[in-house]
């Protein structure tokens, strides 16, 4: 047992928790738990939403990629300003017209109470299915420094990580997204610097092998018409267009990230913060991809066996390989990066469940009873979350697992906010109708067919506003708000 590093690791689980937990006075009204009071500066929003598009997926995946392939997957993350682009020319100004706690409540103002649940419970199952991945991703990381079984590492993270989400609500996720960005981004460059040592030749090294093996690759431009190229995950279109529509999905329709965006003081405050993040964003998917390529060349070096699956490669290299110390610090690091996304689908969760559900139902109870029910919700949801990740242990890719879950339902979630937004004349029942059909529709082709997740969210939002439109033909009668 390395007690120096265990120690930092423990250390840090402790403090950022302690950390978290001293918000709990703040927290005197919904609009504190869920909106963190709209008192937050920009730039930790901006901060904040790194984190939450982050997660260990990213700290874990992304080096297996560029392991495996190369720089491609950046492609997917230039479509990500594309849709930063979209969200806030066509959402922003809606969600800051009066005072919202959840997305969902755009889609009664527009369509009707039940679109707003149908839209609400989507995100439930979404948020619900693709957090509990990144939840066994935590097991994976934790596993490795104990020698636990997976179950027991995701006890560990989930109860600390609802300890503070329970007591501080959304300013305890925002403020402790904060540290953990700054500790995971300084992890990582700190091992990539590190593994480089390791290496003979160094940076020299590593980029003329990498250069002939095509590592270092963004651009996949090959193109042709037959159905084999809608199965090539990061060809340009897949990756630019996916990027985009998962982004504007994901950003601009999903509580996760809009709970972020309406947490800002005003509608500039959270465009800044929203294009802010991109920045931060791009950088660190391309030091992860960095590092992957670096191992790759390492254990090309070395001839050492390569552990399995690939989402160990890197987790495995830090504690095995590295100095006593900068081990301990670097899986603190990828820790800090799961608990920040953990936190933030606990109390997204929370808020969707209350306000869109409950409170709709039982309008009349004081703000302490909703205050003390978005609590006991943290709790299960937590629950939830536990058991999802328990049964996801059989996954290959968590990062193109976590991205493909998601996919598969952001489609119809997509679809139906554009035709909120850009038509009038599509009613309920229609924009309902184009909804279900983009769901089904996508789990077709997610189910029966090779096409890669890239393409998801695309298919999903062409089908539900199409459809949409066309059962809004029928129902010529109903009425549009």
């Not at 937990?21 to 904040?48: C, H, M, V």
């Not at 290496?199 to 270092?216: C, L, S, Y």
């Not at 504690?319 to 953990?342: E, K, R, Y």
């Not at 035709?419 to 029942?429: F, Q």
Request: glycine share 10%; charged share 15%.
């Amino acid at each position: 047992m390395r007690y120096i590093d265990l120690g930092l690791i423990v250390l840090y689980l402790v403090g950022i928790t302690w950390f978290g937990a001293r918000f709990k006075e703040s927290q005197r009204s919904l609009k504190d738990y869920f909106l963190g009071g709209r008192n937050t500066p920009w730039w930790a929003i901006g901060f904040s939403i790194v984190s939450a598009e982050t997660s260990t997926l990213t700290v874990i995946g992304t080096p297996a990629l560029g392991f495996a392939g190369n720089f491609g997957f950046l492609q997917v993350v230039m479509g990500y300003l594309l849709a930063r682009i979209v969200i806030s020319a066509l959402f922003l100004p809606h969600y800051f017209r009066g005072e919202l706690y959840t997305a969902y409540e755009l889609m009664q103002r527009r369509f009707g109470l039940r679109l707003r649940r149908l839209t609400a419970g989507t995100f439930l199952l979404l948020r619900a299915l693709a957090e509990g991945v990144r939840v066994f991703a935590i097991s994976i990381v934790i596993s490795i420094i104990l020698g636990t079984g997976e179950i027991a590492s995701i006890v560990v993270i989930v109860c600390l990580t609802l300890f503070y989400t329970f007591e501080g609500g959304m300013t305890a996720v925002i403020w402790t997204d904060v540290v953990q960005m700054f500790l995971y981004v300084g992890g990582a460059i700190v091992s990539l610097f590190v593994i480089l040592h390791q290496i003979p030749g160094g940076w020299d090294e590593v980029f003329q092998k990498g250069m002939a093996a095509g590592k270092f690759q963004v651009f996949d431009t090959r193109f042709d018409l037959g159905v084999a190229y809608f199965t090539r995950q990061y060809s340009f279109l897949a990756g630019f267009l996916g990027g985009c529509f998962l982004t504007t999905a994901s950003h601009g329709t999903e509580q996760l990230m809009v709970q972020r965006l309406l947490s800002a003081r005003n509608e500039a405050d959270s465009r800044r913060a929203l294009f802010g993040s991109w920045a931060v964003i791009f950088f660190q998917f391309t030091l992860f991809l960095t590092i992957g390529v670096i191992l790759w060349v390492y254990y090309g070096n070395t001839g050492q066996q390569l552990p399995q699956p690939a989402d160990r490669i890197y987790p495995e290299f830090i504690w095995h390989s590295l100095p006593v110390g900068v081990s301990g610090l670097v899986i603190a690091a990828i820790l800090a990066a799961a608990m920040s996304n953990l936190s933030a689908a606990l109390n997204s969760l929370a808020s969707t469940t209350v306000m869109d559900f409950y409170k709709l139902k039982f309008p009349d109870h004081e703000e302490g009873y909703y205050l003390r029910l978005a609590k006991m919700a943290t709790l299960v949801w937590g629950a939830v979350l536990f058991v999802i990740g328990v049964l996801a242990r059989s996954v290959k890719s968590v990062l193109e697992a976590g991205l493909g879950i998601a996919s598969i339902l952001y489609g119809a979630l997509l679809g139906v906010f554009l035709l909120g937004v850009l038509t009038k004349r599509v009613g309920e029942k229609a924009a309902m109708t184009g909804m279900l059909a983009g769901i089904v529709v996508n789990l077709y082709v997610r189910f029966a067919t090779d096409v890669a997740w890239t393409w998801y969210v695309l298919i999903g939002t062409t089908v539900t506003a199409a459809v949409g439109l066309g059962a809004s033909l029928v129902w010529k009668n109903e009425e549009a708000h």
